[in-house]
């Protein structure tokens, strides 16, 4: 049974209609990520779900309660991270997380919470000292304090350097691993990869694809990019790519200086030939890679828009 379900949501502000028609549910448990370009209706639609936003359409049911109906019980089964959190810059982490425990009737235990975010040896720390990494953890650690069923990330990685990143991403793991659902919006291809348990590609205000990252992949052609790299130079790259251009497994080539690349439906074949005649002409290779399908090539073909951070 799905415990987020959203139906027929739409949203214009004025002349601009930045939500249209969308409709999805979320599991209990799940990880579900929204992906989309700029200005596609990804933080629009997450206000809309949270409640802080009237759609103009559509219904939204969080685990069998409406926000028309049943505001104040919704209210204790979701937790929110926006994109800009607002903390008493002056108190402490402990100090923060206590006061926003006594906001709700069943919250969980601070200490507990301190491990999660593994702020614990931090917890005497003014707000106004952290770091970006050990803000946006906080942050997190606010939306969870209330220990709802749901929690709400918007875009909680932007701005962070890898391994502040990846610590925002070890807690909503163990978010997923004590049963609960996170609703997630980023920026991050190889983020939305590690942690969804599926994905929602949304452009222009309507979703345009929807489904395991797995699943998205599939979607796409059999064309494989493979690059090599050539000791003497451009020279040595445009002379193969003369040659591999003409057989029927290459569907595209491209020439960046002395690389390659080749979009082809048969890399191994192509490949096998491409060094039988490198060795023939005494060409000599550097570098040779077969890039794997990504979320981000699914990103693109759905969109057509390359990706922005």
């Not at 002379?239 to 690349?261: C, D, F, M, R, W």
């Not at 077969?290 to 759905?302: A, G, M, N, Q």
Request: glycine residues 6%.
């Amino acid at each position: 049974m799905a415990l987020l379900e959203v139906t027929g949501l739409s949203k214009s502000f004025g002349a601009v209609q930045a939500v249209k028609n969308i409709s999805f549910s979320v599991k209990a448990g799940e990880v579900f990520t929204i992906i989309g370009p700029n200005g596609a209706g990804k933080t629009t639609t997450l206000e809309m779900i949270e409640g802080l936003l009237p759609p103009d359409n559509g219904a939204i049911d969080i685990d069998g309660l409406t926000w028309e109906k049943h505001r104040e019980q919704i209210k204790i089964k979701i937790g929110i991270q926006p994109q800009s959190s607002a903390m008493y810059e002056l108190l402490t982490i402990e100090e923060n997380l206590d006061l926003f425990a006594s906001f709700y009737p069943n919250p969980k235990e601070v200490a507990e919470v301190l491990e999660m975010i593994n702020l614990t040896e931090h917890r005497n720390k003014r707000v106004k000292s952290l770091s970006g990494g050990q803000r946006q953890r906080l942050a997190i650690g606010l939306a969870i304090i209330s220990n709802p069923q749901i929690i709400f990330l918007d875009e909680p990685t932007t701005g962070l350097d890898p391994q502040a990143r990846r610590n925002i991403w070890d807690i909503i793991l163990k978010w997923k691993e004590s049963g609960k659902t996170t609703i997630l919006t980023t920026h991050y291809m190889e983020e939305a990869e590690v942690l969804s348990d599926r994905v929602c590609i949304v452009d222009q205000g309507l979703i345009v694809a929807i489904d395991t990252t797995a699943n998205l992949i599939e979607q796409l052609s059999n064309e494989r990019e493979v690059r090599l790299s050539f000791v003497d130079g451009e020279a040595s790259a445009r002379t193969a790519k003369q040659y591999i251009s003409q057989e029927p497994t290459v569907v595209n080539t491209k020439l960046e200086g002395s690389t390659l690349h080749i979009w082809t439906i048969q890399p191994e074949e192509t490949l096998y030939k491409l060094f039988g005649f490198t060795q023939d002409n005494g060409l000599r290779v550097e570098q040779v890679a077969i890039r794997e399908k990504s979320l981000e090539d699914v990103f693109i073909h759905f969109t057509g828009k390359e990706w922005r951070d």
